[in-house]
């Protein structure tokens, strides 16, 4: 990705500084409920510490949203190349959800500590939760480790013997698979939390965590579309030739 931009604003930069030079950044601010309209002189570190957020993550996910607005070109994945499409999926969605779920599973781990008790929906949320997180970061793993080199060795012209065909059609059917668990658990998610609507009562990280979960749901989804409906049958189209 050689046109991608990179985020070159520091921590103490203020928050009307990150929107005003980096548009698409005011979608992140959104969702974490930072003002950057009345308080954007307020540093980007400041506004973290007083949300009880964690500054170089919050920073990170800025850097990530800005390299992919630089990127937003729209590409037709149905004819880009097998190993292009596998990048795609691992500087894009597997970079994020590794940026984001540490920074969700934190911040859902404090709000049920403080508000388990008065909404006991939030533990059913956090269980569906901890469920596709484990499944989608154990499939990363095994599409990083295995299922995408074995994609790219065969787009080279590399060993198309019985063998590879077999383990790449093992290794998509247990991702398939896979994906069926976290669809379900998203749903559960949604569901228990109903639709991530936040209480009369709830306090800003309360509502934060939700907008949270929102936008990785989001992400999650095109993330299985890409493979589910793209990648895989692309490959299986390949292993058929």
Not at 108 to 114: D, G, K, P
Not at 168 to 183: P, S, V
Not at 202 to 217: D, N, S, T, V
Request: net charge negative; charged share 25%; with cysteine.
């Amino acid at each position: 990705m050689s046109d991608s931009r990179t985020a070159s604003l520091p921590p103490s930069a203020t928050v009307g500084d990150w929107v005003a030079n980096y548009p698409e950044t005011a979608e992140v601010f959104d969702m974490l409920q930072i003002d950057y309209c009345c308080d954007g002189a307020k540093p980007l570190e400041n506004a973290c510490w007083e949300n009880g957020l964690e500054v170089i993550r919050v920073h990170s996910l800025l850097k990530h949203t800005v390299a992919q607005a630089g990127n937003n070109h729209e590409t037709d994945w149905m004819h880009a190349s097998l190993t292009k499409l596998c990048d795609e999926i691992e500087h894009t969605h597997h970079k994020l959800l590794k940026e984001t779920l540490p920074l969700l599973s934190d911040m859902m781990a404090e709000v049920v500590s403080l508000h388990g008790e008065s909404h006991e929906s939030l533990h059913e949320v956090q269980q569906h939760f901890m469920n596709w997180r484990d499944d989608i970061l154990g499939a990363m793993a095994e599409e990083e480790r295995s299922l995408f080199p074995a994609i790219r060795e065969l787009e080279a012209g590399g060993k198309t013997d019985a063998s590879l065909r077999a383990s790449l059609n093992k290794m998509i059917h247990r991702i398939q698979f896979n994906h069926e668990d976290i669809g379900k658990a998203l749903k559960n998610a949604r569901s228990a939390s109903e639709n991530f609507k936040a209480p009369s009562d709830a306090c800003p990280k309360f509502a934060q965590m939700y907008g949270l979960l929102r936008w990785i749901e989001n992400d999650v989804r095109h993330h299985v579309h890409k493979e589910e409906s793209i990648l895989f049958p692309r490959v299986h189209q390949s292993l058929s030739h």
